[in-house]
């Protein structure tokens, strides 16, 4: 049983998932038994190494995150926390049956999507671990939140979601094929129906061949070319203006004692903004190593199980390809945020607090997007709206309880972000109200 026990537990591991899965397709192609070994554990390591990243930048967006919720009082409206991992992890750590729910719904959705990618055109494994679980979650709550038995939740979940992980990929690859210039690697992120809204948007209003990545940097400023540095000064700025908000709202002493541990409110801020450029540099060496593995084993498996299959991989893969857009976005998106917040507060409506999470990973993405369609005009534009129109439905989902009644299932003042999980949430939930379930 002990073994049986680890075997099961290491199987769920993304890293070894995908270290599996670069295992199998190096030994269909016969490859001698260094490079399996070689390609293989590098596989795992970048994945883990990816991790070690965004770790590192969850861990330094938290504070900030918390610095513009005590910065930004709620007076006469309704705040809440917009975290995907929040809603599923609190729901299953809390509801026993909806919990089951979205274990079962993660087993049966990928053998769905699996089957999907097999026997249709659209030939796409989607492999971003936590994303997988997510769409399980929401799915699974969506359904259960009708009050069906609960074989019939997996059931509708399952196949929602199978259908989910195949056709979003399909569906952001001719973005993918501009954005990284080949057709080797599929997007596969919760966040791929703004972007792709992006992506579309930045075609009608600018012009590809003016790319943000194009963009003449002064002399003097050709430092702003230099990643870390861009990225060290953008999260500065925005690190200080959440600092000195909370400071104003709660002043220092509450500060140092609620937020930063103790230390010095100022030099606690800095080291959190230079902490997230660290956690990016990090995520970005395991991409390219993950990249550099997993795409040319991937051939073992697309060639024999799944003929002309690519892989959907999260969102941090394409920021290589285009790191000035990424910049943009997260510029832009953090103002897009904030305008949201201004007008749903006069709306009466509740009003998601600011996520510097939605404005780097999901923002820099819709400016990715739109940048591939539409150059600098599309970057500004991808990454505005991703977070202008995201909050909106964000809003809309948490205020009419698309996905129930969250706070009873034990996700307390969170709500749902990735659009791929609401927008199909909203279609299923007005279906569900039409027919009076």
Known sequence: MAVFAFIIQLVQIPAVVLGLIALIGLLMQRKPAGEVLSGTLKTILGLLIMSVGIGALINALIPIQAMFEAGIPAAGFQTFVTFDEGVVGAVQAKAGEVGAAIGWTMLFGYIVHILLARFTKFRYIYLTGHMIWIHAGAFAILFYSFGLPLPLVVILASIVDGAYMTFAPALAQPFMTKITGSDAIAFGHGQTSLAVI??????????????????????????????????????????????????????????????????????????????????????????????????????????????????????????????????????????????????????????????????????????IFGNATGGRRGAWAGGFLWCFLGWFIISFAYKFGVFGDLAAMGAVNLGFTCPDAIFPGIVIWLVAKLFGV
């Open 198 to 367: 992006g992506g579309w948007i930045g075609k009608l209003i600018g012009n590809p061949k003016e790319s943000a990545e194009d963009m003449k940097v002064p002399e003097g400023l050709n430092f702003f070319r230099d990643m870390a540095i861009s990225i060290s000064l953008v999260m500065l700025l925005v690190t200080l203006i959440g600092a000195v908000l909370a400071v104003i709202q709660k002043g220092v002493p509450a500060f140092e004692a609620d937020i930063s541990g103790g230390q010095q409110w100022l030099v606690f801020s800095i080291l959190q903004a230079l902490g997230f450029t660290a956690g990016v540099l990090v995520l970005l060496q395991g991409v390219r190593m993950l990249i550099a593995e997993i795409v040319p084993a991937f051939k073992g498996i697309a060639e024999n199980l799944i003929p002309g299959a690519k892989p959907a991989l999260d969102c941090p893969v394409i920021y290589p390809f285009a790191p000035n857009s990424l910049i943009i976005g997260l510029i832009s998106g953090t103002i897009a945020q904030v305008l949201a917040m201004a007008l749903l507060a006069l709306m009466r409506w509740p009003v998601p607090l600011p996520s510097m999470i939605a404005a780097f990973f999901a923002s820099g993405t819709g400016a």
